[in-house]
Nanobody, 122 residues
Framework: QVQLAESGGGLVQPGDSLRLSCADS????????MGWFRQAPGKEREFVATISRTGTFTNYADSVKGRFTISRDNAKNTVYLQINSLKPEDTAVYYC???????????????WGQGTQVTVSS
């Protein structure tokens, strides 16, 4: 069973960097591809990034390419989202999610964390 918990969010200034973490307290983390999604105030949740089970393959939303990096450490049962050059429009609740194969489609993810708030403001 996958049990996900995000951390690392907070209030940051434009241009800052942040690393979000998502830890799985279960024992099957390496069996799952992982994704990051975000939901800004008043908007629908959107895809951010995904990574395959071994970390070999990654894919990003066009809006975050070049600034966001997804990675994972299967020995630590953790997936990360490095966010650089933060912008006010990055303000959102960030969620990690797990599924059997990597992908961008939200409805295909069956396991979700509770989310972590990222607020970018001067």
């Amino acid at each position: 069973q996958v049990q996900l918990a995000e951390s690392g969010g907070g209030l940051v200034q434009p241009g800052d960097s942040l690393r979000l973490s998502c830890a799985d307290s279960g024992r099957t983390f390496s069996n799952y591809a992982m994704g990051w999604f975000r939901q800004a105030p008043g908007k629908e949740r959107e895809f951010v990034a995904t990574i395959s089970r071994t970390g070999t393959f990654t894919n990003y939303a066009d809006s975050v390419k070049g600034r966001f990096t997804i990675s994972r450490d299967n020995a630590k049962n953790t997936v990360y989202l490095q966010i650089n050059s933060l912008k006010p429009e990055d303000t959102a609740v960030y969620y990690c999610a797990a599924k059997s194969t990597w992908g961008r489609i939200e409805s295909e993810y069956g396991h979700w964390g509770q989310g972590t708030q990222v607020t970018v403001s001067s």
